[in-house]
Structures are given as C-alpha cells and as structure tokens.
C-alpha cells in the first residue's frame, strides 16, 4: 500500500510563500514519478507540477516561474516551494505517484497517476 500524506497548507496573503511536502513513508520517492494537483470549488481538478524518476521536472504554465517542485531522497519527501502566490492559487493541493508511465513536456506532465493522498488546503487572500 502506498501512502502519500501531504503537509504545509495554510492561508496567505497574495505574494506570499508557502512550501508544501509530500511524505511517502513506505517507498522510495525517485523510484517513482511523484506530481502535485489542485482542484479548486467547482472546478475540475489541474495537474500543477511533478518530478519523475530521473529528475526531470515539469510545470502547468500558470505556475512556471513562481513554483519549484524538488525531492529529498533520505527524507522520503517531494516538495513544491509556492512563490508569489496569487487568489487563483487557493485550492486543495494533493500529491500522487506513479509507478512509471509519467512523460513530461513543456506544458506539464501526463500520464496515469496510480496513488493520490489527501490533500492540504492552500489559500491565498487579502
């Protein structure tokens, strides 16, 4: 079983950071491509970043320049650093793996994902 358990949520105000975490206590973070998503009320669910097996990174376009996905092996944790956040930013915020199969493009990653935690909220006001 895999588990994912995010952290790092919270409120900001627009132009503030926050860095989210994505624990994977029971595998090895670069065995696998791990990504980030959001979905905010009413709408549908949007892949944000991710980092596959060999260190390739890949962003949604509205995020590019403001976020940085990274991973810390030893520690078993994916993080993604959230610079200049903006309203459009709130959303839930959940981390997946997937056991091969991601492809990253200059628009985002693609592929099936296999295991999605809970999510931690993320919310970005004035």
């Known amino acids: 079983q895999v588990q994912l358990v995010e952290s790092g949520g919270g409120s900001v105000q627009p132009g503030g950071s926050l860095r989210l975490s994505c624990t994977a206590p029971?595998?090895?973070?670069?065995?696998?491509?791990i990504g980030w998503f959001r979905q905010a009320p009413g709408k549908e669910r949007e892949e944000v970043s991710c980092?596959?097996?060999?260190?390739?990174?890949g962003y949604t376009d509205s995020v590019k320049g403001r976020f940085t996905i990274s991973r810390d092996v030893a520690k078993k944790t994916v993080y993604l650093q959230m610079n200049n956040l903006k309203p459009e930013d709130t959303a839930v915020y959940y981390c997946?793996?997937?056991?091969?199969?991601?492809?990253?493009?200059?628009?985002?990653?693609?592929?099936?994902?296999?295991?999605r935690g809970q999510g931690t909220q993320v919310t970005v006001s004035s």
């Open positions: 997946a793996a997937a056991d091969g199969g991601i492809a990253v493009f200059d628009t985002g990653c693609f592929g099936l994902w296999d295991y």
């Open positions: 029971g595998f090895t973070v670069d065995y696998y491509a």
């Open positions: 980092i596959i097996e060999d260190g390739r990174t």
